[in-house]
């Protein structure tokens, strides 16, 4: 099981952590990935990272603005979002998958679980 929190408002160019929470059955799910979705688009992947070896991913678009890390001993990936623009705004998910590559990180099809989402407004 995923659990998404620390979804909420802010103002552009404020900050914002999510945390993902994953059981212990979920470590061998080695590829953690958060992905964001709006009204009428699809679903896209905003940084990942392989909880292996510590490699990170992100998209363009949050690069230098988004941090995503690790807490091995408690299980949970955490997104700090920095200088959050409006167009940040969106339904924030994390999700797992047995492994991922920077070619792979992003396809959202590919992930295995899900968690149900946290909202993130930025205004």
């Known amino acids: 099981q995923l659990v998404e929190s620390g979804g909420g408002s802010v103002q552009t160019g404020g900050s914002l952590a999510l945390s993902c929470s994953a059981s212990?059955?979920?470590?061998?799910?080695?590829?953690i990935g958060w992905f964001r979705q709006t009204p009428g688009k699809e679903r896209e992947g905003v940084a990942g990272?392989?909880?292996?070896?510590?490699?990170?991913y992100y998209d363009d678009s949050v690069e230098g603005r988004f941090a995503i890390s690790q807490d091995n001993d408690n299980n949970t990936v955490y997104l700090q979002m920095t200088s959050v623009k409006p167009e940040d705004t969106a339904m924030y998910y994390c999700?797992?998958?047995?492994?991922?590559?920077?070619?792979?990180?992003?396809?959202?099809?590919?992930?295995?679980?899900w968690g149900q989402g946290t909202q993130v407004t930025v205004s």
């Open positions: 999700a797992a998958r047995y492994d991922c590559n920077s070619d792979s990180w992003f396809v959202h099809w590919q992930y295995y679980s």
């Open positions: 212990a059955s979920y470590q061998s799910l080695t590829c």
């Open positions: 990272i392989r909880a292996d070896r510590g490699i990170t």
